[in-house]
């Protein structure tokens, strides 16, 4: 004989609320927690951010312009920027190309693809810069054949977006493969039965699809490139004017004992790093609400 219904209710609630109370942890346990983690935000994050703050506006608001309008600064500022403008679309056709590969296709060589992506993690940014010092430098393995030609790449903006490029290879492509792999094949393969053609299936279909990640991915590729500090210090030759960028800029204003200064520049490189915690924010934000939309609508 079945136990009635009220019962049967009954005991699913008394062994849900079992459940969660063993994977509720004691409000005491719950604040401690939630107060180290704040102490650690505070002390190794809020206070050293402000202080830049606080340093770059020590001589008033008038030098702090003037720190960062100053010539040498401002070509800093020039450099950074056009790097990362050359850097970040080139990693992005290269991680949606490898995304696609490795996420639609099982062909030999997938997972040493995926390893060479994985590659710049576990390099140090110095010794990337070594490699590019090797190959292309006056000494190096081109370097005749390059200064035969008259072609400068180390101690010159080709060299420095070489080795940008280099420590941000993996941030597009690592945003997007999980992305691709989740969403699968099953949409590009309707599209093409209905006769869309490859392009068109990529730009109306998998585009579309992946677009939070790629996104994503951007913006941590564009905040790496324009703080990449080991790389560039080893390829740039800190030529004052013309191949110092932001964080280059930041050191030797440092090291010149001008700290005023330094933290100008090094304010405005918080402010890019804030403006991209920023977008991050809002684009997991988004993310959320499409998603929840999407499960009301398939309700």
């Known amino acids: 004989m079945s136990a009635p219904p009220s019962t ?8 849900h609320r079992q459940s969660r109370r063993g994977t509720e942890e004691s409000p005491l346990v719950k604040w401690l927690l939630i107060t180290v983690a704040l102490s650690f935000c505070t002390v190794f994050l809020l206070l050293p951010l402000a202080n830049v703050f606080v340093q770059a506006l020590a001589k008033g608001w008038s030098f702090y312009v003037q720190s960062l309008t100053h010539p040498d600064s401002w070509a800093a500022i020039r ?29 030999r060589g ?9 590659l710049p993690f576990s ?6 810069g070594l490699m590019f010092v090797v190959l292309f430098g006056a000494q190096g393995f081109f370097g005749p054949w390059l200064e035969a030609h008259n072609i400068k790449i180390i101690f010159a903006v080709p060299g420095i977006v070489l080795a940008t490029v280099f420590v941000t290879f993996p941030f597009v492509a690592r945003e997007l493969i999980p ?17 869309a053609s490859g ?16 996104i994503y991915g951007i913006i941590l590729c564009n905040a790496r490139a324009m703080g990449e500090f080991g790389a560039v210090s080893v390829v740039s030759g800190h030529i004052t004017g013309l191949t110092d960028t932001m964080p ?11 700290a005023p200064a330094a ?14 915690l920023g977008l991050k924010t809002l684009l997991e934000w988004k993310q959320a609400r499409a998603y929840e939309r999407a499960l009301r609508d398939s309700r």
């Open 110 to 118: 997938k997972s040493l693809l995926v390893t060479l992506i994985d």
């Open 199 to 214: 392009w068109q299936t990529f730009w109306r279909v998998t585009l579309p699809s992946v677009k939070w990640g790629l």
């Open 248 to 258: 280059l800029r930041v050191e030797k204003l440092y090291q010149e004992y001008n």
């Open 79 to 107: 450099l950074t920027l056009l790097v990362a403008a050359i850097s970040v679309p080139i990693n992005v056709v290269f991680g949606i190309a490898a995304a696609w590969c490795i996420a639609k296709f099982n062909f």
């Open 263 to 276: 933290f100008a520049v090094a304010s405005l490189l918080a402010v890019l790093a804030l403006v991209t």
């Open 179 to 195: 992305v691709m792999q989740a969403t699968g094949t099953e949409q590009e393969q309707a599209a093409l039965t209905l006769g």
């Open 123 to 128: 390099v140090s940014p110095v010794v990337a």
């Open 8 to 15: 049967t209710r009954r005991n699913q609630s008394q062994t």
